[in-house]
């Protein structure tokens, strides 16, 4: 069955720090998909990455990046020089082929303090 | 924006009445998805569909049942409320593409008292 854990439930750091949230997946399937997601406290979840299981080049965007390891089964992200309006709820999102059922990890809110 | 609407948005309702939740696509997506978000249990799958009249259980599918018969549309019922489901329920659509995102509703904040 699949899974995604996100084993941190918080994390606090003072703007400018660098930081990573962790994730860890399982699927049986060779083909799968994995997204991250930021819940802002307006509460919609917003889109911010996806990528594909055969595709394991690390992408950035700005002060995002994301680390991709098929050999440990891990979709981590980074933000470098966090900023306040990086505090969110993040989620990272797990979808087999066949019928698509789409997963998600409990979660990681990261507060950014001035 | 994906078009997207979940009705309604906030409700309260009594221990034992049935609740129906509705979520409105204008994408025509093939999928939809029902969530519950608690707090230390992020977001949790009630329940799928991947075609009118096509539908399958999440991981918290007990005490919920749904409907999908238009494309368009995508109920979650509640068929006897209990405090254990108040939360916040989102919706969300997504193309037959499976490397494309899923977009999310604005949620549902149901309380049930």
């Known amino acids: 069955a699949q899974k995604v854990t996100q084993a941190q439930t918080e994390i606090s750091v003072v703007e400018k720090e660098d930081v990573t949230l962790d994730c860890v997946y399982e699927?049986?399937?060779?083909?799968?998909?994995l997204f991250w997601y930021k819940q802002p406290p307006s509460g919609e979840l917003v889109f911010l990455i996806r990528?594909?299981?055969?595709?394991?080049q690390n992408e950035i965007s700005g002060r995002y990046s994301w680390n991709f390891q098929k050999s440990t089964s891990s979709f981590n992200f980074t933000i470098t020089a966090s900023q306040v309006v990086d505090s969110a709820v993040y989620f990272c999102?797990?979808?087999?082929?066949?019928?698509?059922?789409?997963?998600f990890g409990t979660g990681t809110r990261l507060l950014v303090s001035p | 924006d994906a078009g997207i609407t979940q009705s309604p948005r906030h409700k309260v309702t009594e221990t034992g009445t049935p609740v129906t939740l509705r979520c409105h696509q204008t994408?025509?997506?093939?999928?939809m998805y029902w969530y519950r978000q608690d707090p230390g249990h992020g977001l949790r799958l009630i329940h799928y569909?991947?075609?009118?009249?096509?539908?399958d259980k999440g991981e918290v599918s007990d005490g919920y049942s749904v409907s999908r018969s238009k494309t368009e549309d995508f109920l979650l019922t509640l068929e006897s409320a209990t405090s254990s489901q108040t939360s916040v329920y989102f919706c969300?659509?997504?193309?037959?593409?499976?490397?494309?995102?899923?977009?999310f509703g604005q949620g549902t904040r149901l309380t049930v008292v």
């Open positions: 969300a659509i997504s193309d037959e593409t499976p490397n494309t995102e899923a977009f």
């Open positions: 699927t049986r399937d060779t083909t799968y998909y």
């Open positions: 994408e025509n997506h093939r999928y």
């Open positions: 999102a797990l979808r087999e082929t066949g019928f698509q059922k789409l997963v």
């Open positions: 569909s991947y075609g009118v009249k096509d539908t």
């Open positions: 990528r594909n299981s055969f595709d394991e």
